[in-house]
Nanobody, 115 residues
């Protein structure tokens, strides 16, 4: 059975940094598209960033130049480095993986940006 477990969330001050990590078990990461989504209270879940099996990345406009997604296929992990955090980045962040008809979600980790 495939499991995704996120870690690294918490409270951070505006302008600070946070690194999220997602560890996959039950399958090899290498063929999957990996992504981070987030959902703020009262809002729909939205794509933050994704990374293809070949390493190509894509970011939503509001996080470009601030967030970096990366993957380590040997360690079976995908990370999201978040810099210059803003209060509007506050959300539950979810790890997601997809390959053909197979798709999996993590349980989410809360990131709160507040002074």
């Amino acid at each position: 059975q495939v499991h995704l477990v996120e870690s690294g969330g918490g409270l951070v001050q505006p302008g600070g940094s946070q690194r999220l990590s997602c560890a996959a078990s039950g399958t090899r990461l290498s063929p999957f598209v990996m992504a981070w989504y987030r959902q703020a209270p009262g809002k729909e879940r939205e794509l933050v960033a994704d990374i293809s099996s070949g390493g190509s990345t894509n970011y939503r406009d509001s996080v470009k130049e601030r967030f970096t997604i990366s993957r380590d296929n040997d360690e079976n992990t995908v990370d999201l480095q978040m810099n210059s955090l803003k209060p509007e980045d506050t959300a539950v962040y979810y790890c997601y993986m997809q390959y053909t008809a197979r798709a999996y979600w993590g349980q989410g980790t809360q990131v709160t940006v507040s002074s």
